[in-house]
């Protein structure tokens, strides 16, 4: 039998409530293999902050050491509440970019999909929607902005000021650009590269770069496109996208975009990937407005374990047994607050009950 351990870090808000449900995925996984997962919970973000002075404190760094992988729920607070925590101490500086940091998970994996028979879950019409959504935002995840110098303070005419820089040597850049190239070979064969090489010299480089890494994938057409256009044919023809690449902060909000195509933030799950660990998270937030409600979407989490099997464990087929138990709930003409709004047809389920049917499902299927 193999035996994994998973560090599981329940987060913020809506954190603990999915978590739990894709805790329960996790044990019918176990029911139906040849395999144990030793579950190591830890406090992580701004719970673990109030509970002990620290977003990501040293115990919670030895589990996620010694673990096989690590599945993340979102960790944050709202605008007014984050004034309660010191801004170096806020959870998203001093967790998790910490976390992205300590195991170089650079590689983020945000698949944003949709089958044309979940059409009337998105705002676009049917006719934007096609024979469906299905493409893939590989963003790269710890350079850039978010981790380059920082400095705030007053200047010598006594104003306030505040500098960040924007940071990729090229070998950052060639990791992302091989990762992102080896996924289109293994799809599609379309690569969308995202830049703003008209103002941002790190744009230049980063399609120098892509030029260089393409040589190796010649089967593999490139379209390069500026990142506001992108933002734009997002909307208006999203399956012309098969794999996107494309730096931290446009793959940022281009993938809050990519849920908003789809209809919720609920439908996003991540892959983070580093070289020696990865950890699973959804793509949003703590969805403070909705937290505590048992009406939080765990999609994104349970698809962030069928991610975890696949890459983390090997079990493509148990991953892809997750997606389709889900499908299957959503088939059925179920899904969460977030889905179901009234005139839409789908009869509205609690994150429990959402959960509890993806179990059913999965106990059904062939293995
Ligand atoms: P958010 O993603 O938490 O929420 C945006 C909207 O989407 C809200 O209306 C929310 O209810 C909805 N939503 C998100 N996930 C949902 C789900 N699973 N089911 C149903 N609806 C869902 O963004 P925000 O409100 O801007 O941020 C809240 C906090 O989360 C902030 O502190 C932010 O820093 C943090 N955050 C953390 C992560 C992370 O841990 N990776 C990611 C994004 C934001
Ligand atoms: C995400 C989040 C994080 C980011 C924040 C919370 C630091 O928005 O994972 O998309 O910007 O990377
Ligand atoms: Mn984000």
Redesign the pocket.
Same mark, same amino acid.
């Given at each position: 039998m193999k035996n994994y351990k998973i560090a599981i870090l329940a /987060?913020d /808000? &809506?954190g603990p409530e &999915?978590t739990a449900e894709a805790v329960k995925v996790l044990k019918v996984i176990e029911e139906r293999n040849d395999v144990s997962f030793e579950l190591l919970p830890a406090a992580f973000g701004a719970c673990a902050y109030f509970e002990s002075g620290s977003a990501f404190p040293h115990q919670t760094k030895a589990i996620c050491d010694e673990a096989d992988a690590i599945l993340k729920g979102? &960790? /944050? *607070?709202?605008h007014e509440d984050?004034k309660r925590i010191p801004i170096d101490e806020q959870p998203?500086r001093g967790a *998790?970019l910490p976390l992205r940091r300590r195991y170089n998970t650079y590689a983020n994996f945000r698949p944003v999909s949709l089958p044309k028979s979940l059409g009337h879950f998105s705002p676009l019409k049917a006719e934007v929607i096609g024979e469906g959504i299905d493409l893939v935002i590989v963003r790269e995840l710890v350079g850039g902005l978010y981790f380059g110098e920082k400095e705030m303070g007053v200047n010598d005419a006594g104003l306030r000021y505040v500098r960040e820089t924007l940071e990729y040597d090229e070998s950052q850049i060639r990791q992302i650009m091989q990762q992102a190239f080896k996924l289109a070979s293994k799809r599609r064969k379309l690569l969308h590269n995202i830049h703003k090489s008209n103002v941002l010299k790190s744009s230049v480089l980063w399609n120098e770069v892509m030029e260089e890494v393409a040589k190796d994938y010649p089967d593999v057409q490139v379209v390069n496109m500026l990142v506001d256009a992108a933002a734009t044919a997002l909307c208006l023809k999203p399956t012309q996208f098969d794999v996107m690449v494309m730096e931290n902060m446009f793959g940022d909000i281009l993938s809050d975009q990519g849920g908003g195509i789809l209809g919720? *933030? /609920?439908l996003m799950p991540s892959a983070c990937i580093g070289p020696d660990k990865a950890y699973y998270?959804?793509?949003?937030?703590?969805?403070?407005? &909705?937290a505590g409600k048992n009406i939080?979407?765990?999609y994104?989490m349970i698809g962030s374990v069928a991610m975890m099997l696949e890459n983390s464990f090997d079990m493509e087929a148990e991953a892809k047994n997750v997606w389709a138990a889900m499908q299957g709930v959503f088939a059925d003409g179920y899904s969460?607050a977030?889905l179901s709004k009234p005139g839409s047809g789908v009869t509205m389920i609690s994150t429990v009950e959402f959960g509890d049917k993806v179990v059913e499902k999965l106990r059904q299927m062939p293995k």
């Open positions: /987060g /808000g &809506i &999915i979102p &960790i /944050g *607070l709202s984050s998203e *998790l919720s *933030l /609920g998270e959804p793509s949003h937030g703590s969805a403070p407005d &909705i939080a979407n765990p994104s969460t977030d």
